[in-house]
């Protein structure tokens, strides 16, 4: 099951962190940025991306990571606006 999950994100177009996250949560995001993936990261709370607080973390600053502070049911349409030919591909 690891290496699908494995195999899974260094394949992936983008990977979406849910914060907070749960066990595994910022493994998937180094093998993510370890490859190269796009990263977002999504919060409804600010307090994860101040970038001087205890609840951030130094790779929430990558280039590849785009945070996104909004509430979830605003996510979706703000991924399609941002990544829309990613989410899309392979729909025809």
């Not at 945070?67 to 990544?83: E, G, T, V």
Request: aromatic share 8%; charged share 20%; with cysteine.
């Amino acid at each position: 099951m690891a290496l699908n999950e494995f195999d899974g994100l260094i394949n992936a177009d983008l990977l979406i962190v849910l914060l907070p996250g749960e066990k595994g949560t910022h493994t998937e995001l180094g093998i993510a940025l370890g490859n190269r993936v796009k990263v977002v990261l999504h919060s409804e709370d600010p307090i994860p991306f101040n970038p001087y607080g205890k609840e951030t973390c130094s790779f929430y600053w990558d280039s590849s990571v785009k945070r996104i502070i909004c509430p979830f049911s605003d996510l979706a349409d703000l991924l399609q606006k941002s990544f829309g030919n990613i989410i899309n591909a392979g729909k025809e």
